[in-house]
């Protein structure tokens, strides 16, 4: 792979990244229509429920009844079977393994299970792969260790299991308190589920974050303002709130349903802003709140522009070295993925960040962030001076995209409004013009 260094005109980097650890786990409950992550519907705990289910007659996909994590995946369906969960758990160490000399002497100061859904994996899965972790990586003592779950798969003890294990915080997909917006979304849980399960969480959790949506099919503003106010009342130090958008290659863009228009969107977006700075929220991150001190350090070293590890199907990793910076791809599909692995070889996709992609690449992470970032940090990070950037930077501060001084770059209000269209103006493409 060609790197970039002196024979690229470019300053070689003085130090590295923090490096974080991810582990993607495929498998979900049932593929949501509006989904476009590498997820896969689990194969049953019970096979018995998929053969009482045979012959019954197909609907149209978003007409089709939601099923409860029971239903879905049979007796005790909350959990992966356990011969697939070994496999996969055999192949992450592979995968590990094979990585392990790029990040020598590297700690590692978060680790992420995403997905999917993790927690259809059992608590002594979870386990496992964290003892296999710290046996290869130096893991800080105080690591943030987030487990993303589901509603539809809480059970009390499971997760006290985690936390055992040393999962210190949960990422819960909420996405609504209302169930029509629930079925509409082809969520598996309804809203008591949702809410027995952040009181679960809250048992065993200290480090919680929610997920929630808005802009969903048919939602009006009072309805999105309860889903917020019915988040805050339990008090969690985090949230993430999406505006749902039809994504390429999901089924709400085969068969779109009726959204919110711009504007009423974009006055939940303002209530939204409006009642978590009220509450104590930090805006600091496009979709990202959390109390004063409390931001994901996970996310965040993805918005610095830091290093991570990561395993798993269709995982994507971004590594550095002194003379170069790549990124990697696993294998999508969870089979493809687990037999690559094992054959030390689940890397589809590597390649280097040339120069020339690399101020659009640094932009593209931070600049999500409410708060922008240090200019010292753009060399830091590339390796780059930032007079590499000179034109882009005055384009975008003409434009009223961005605030600067010699110590920190901001994008302005207007700027987070249109945040593609400042991206923009750092792609190669602009910068060649």
Same mark, same amino acid.
């Given at each position: 792979?060609?790197?970039?260094?002196?024979?690229?005109?470019?300053?070689?980097?003085?130090?590295?990244?923090?490096?974080?650890?991810?582990?993607?786990?495929?498998?979900?409950?049932?593929?949501?229509?509006?989904?476009?992550?590498?997820?896969?519907?689990?194969?049953?705990?019970?096979?018995?429920?998929?053969?009482?289910?045979?012959?019954?007659?197909?609907?149209?996909?978003?007409?089709?009844?939601?099923?409860?994590?029971?239903?879905?995946?049979?007796?005790?369906?909350?959990?992966?079977?356990?011969?697939?969960?070994?496999?996969?758990?055999?192949?992450?160490?592979?995968?590990?393994?094979?990585?392990?000399?790029?990040?020598?002497?590297?700690?590692? $100061?978060?680790?992420?299970?995403?997905?999917?859904?993790?927690?259809? %994996?059992?608590? !002594?899965?979870? *386990?496992?792969? &964290? /003892? #296999?972790?710290?046996?290869?990586?130096?893991?800080?003592?105080?690591?943030?260790?987030?487990?993303?779950?589901?509603?539809?798969?809480?059970?009390?003890?499971?997760?006290?299991?985690?936390?055992?294990?040393?999962?210190?915080?949960?990422?819960?997909?909420?996405?609504?308190?209302?169930?029509?917006?629930?079925?509409?979304?082809?969520?598996?849980?309804?809203?008591?589920?949702?809410?027995?399960?952040?009181?679960?969480?809250?048992?065993?959790?200290?480090?919680?974050?929610?997920?929630?949506?808005?802009?969903?099919?048919?939602?009006?503003?009072?309805?999105?303002?309860?889903?917020?106010?019915?988040?805050?009342?339990?008090?969690?130090?985090?949230?993430?709130?999406? $505006?749902?958008?039809?994504?390429?290659?999901?089924?709400?863009?085969? %068969?779109?349903? !009726?959204?919110? *228009?711009?504007? &009423? /969107? #974009?006055?939940?977006?303002?209530?939204?802003?409006?009642?978590?700075?009220?509450?104590?929220?930090?805006?600091?991150?496009?979709?990202?709140?959390?109390?004063?001190?409390?931001?994901?350090?996970?996310?965040?070293?993805?918005?610095?522009?830091?290093?991570?590890?990561?395993?798993?199907?269709?995982?994507?990793?971004?590594?550095?070295?002194?003379?170069?910076?790549?990124?990697?791809?696993?294998?999508?599909?969870?089979?493809?993925?687990?037999?690559?692995?094992?054959?030390?070889?689940?890397?589809?996709?590597?390649?280097?960040?040339?120069?020339?992609?690399?101020?659009?690449?640094?932009?593209?992470?931070?600049?999500?962030?409410?708060?922008?970032?240090?200019?010292?940090?753009?060399?830091?990070?590339?390796?780059?001076?930032?007079?590499?950037?000179?034109?882009?930077?005055?384009?975008?501060?003409?434009?009223?995209?961005?605030?600067?001084?010699?110590?920190?770059?901001?994008?302005?209000?207007?700027?987070?409004?249109?945040?593609?269209?400042?991206?923009?103006?750092?792609?190669?493409?602009?910068?060649?013009?």
């Amino acid at each position: 792979m060609l790197g970039f260094g002196k024979s690229a005109n470019t300053s070689l980097l003085a130090t590295l990244p923090p490096l974080s650890l991810y582990i993607h786990i495929p498998w979900c409950i049932r593929k949501c229509p509006y989904c476009d992550f590498n997820s896969h519907e689990a194969k049953s705990a019970d096979a018995s429920t998929t053969k009482a289910r045979a012959g019954v007659p197909k609907l149209h996909p978003l007409a089709a009844p939601r099923p409860t994590a029971g239903e879905e995946l049979g007796k005790g369906g909350n959990t992966l079977r356990t011969e697939d969960e070994q496999r996969y758990i055999d192949a992450l160490i592979a995968d590990l393994d094979v990585t392990l000399p790029k990040v020598w002497g590297r700690r590692v $100061h978060t680790v992420f299970f995403g997905g999917g859904t993790p927690s259809l %994996f059992s608590a !002594a899965g979870i *386990d496992t792969i &964290l /003892a #296999a972790v710290r046996a290869r990586l130096a893991v800080e003592a105080d690591a943030e260790i987030t487990l993303e779950a589901n509603p539809g798969t809480f059970e009390a003890e499971k997760f006290k299991g985690y936390r055992d294990a040393g999962v210190n915080r949960l990422s819960i997909g909420i996405q609504s308190f209302n169930a029509k917006h629930l079925t509409a979304l082809g969520r598996v849980h309804n809203d008591t589920e949702a809410k027995r399960a952040i009181e679960i969480a809250q048992a065993n959790f200290d480090n919680i974050n929610l997920d929630l949506m808005f802009a969903l099919p048919s939602q009006t503003l009072a309805e999105c303002a309860k889903d917020v106010e019915t988040a805050l009342s339990f008090g969690t130090n985090h949230l993430s709130i999406y $505006h749902l958008t039809l994504e390429p290659n999901t089924l709400f863009h085969r %068969f779109p349903p !009726a959204l919110p *228009d711009d504007e &009423l /969107a #974009a006055d939940m977006h303002e209530m939204i802003f409006d009642r978590l700075a009220a509450a104590g929220y930090q805006h600091y991150e496009t979709s990202a709140y959390a109390k004063p001190g409390q931001q994901s350090r996970h996310n965040l070293n993805y918005w610095r522009f830091g290093d991570y590890i990561g395993i798993g199907a269709g995982a994507h990793g971004k590594i550095s070295f002194p003379d170069r910076i790549t990124r990697e791809a696993r294998y999508k599909q969870p089979n493809a993925f687990m037999q690559q692995a094992m054959l030390g070889d689940a890397i589809q996709d590597a390649s280097s960040i040339g120069p020339t992609d690399l101020p659009f690449e640094f932009m593209l992470n931070a600049l999500r962030l409410t708060m922008g970032f240090p200019v010292a940090l753009f060399t830091e990070r590339t390796g780059l001076p930032i007079t590499a950037i000179s034109r882009e930077l005055d384009a975008a501060e003409t434009k009223g995209l961005i605030t600067r001084d010699h110590l920190h770059i901001s994008p302005t209000p207007k700027g987070r409004l249109f945040l593609n269209d400042l991206l923009e103006m750092f792609l190669p493409t602009a910068q060649a013009r």
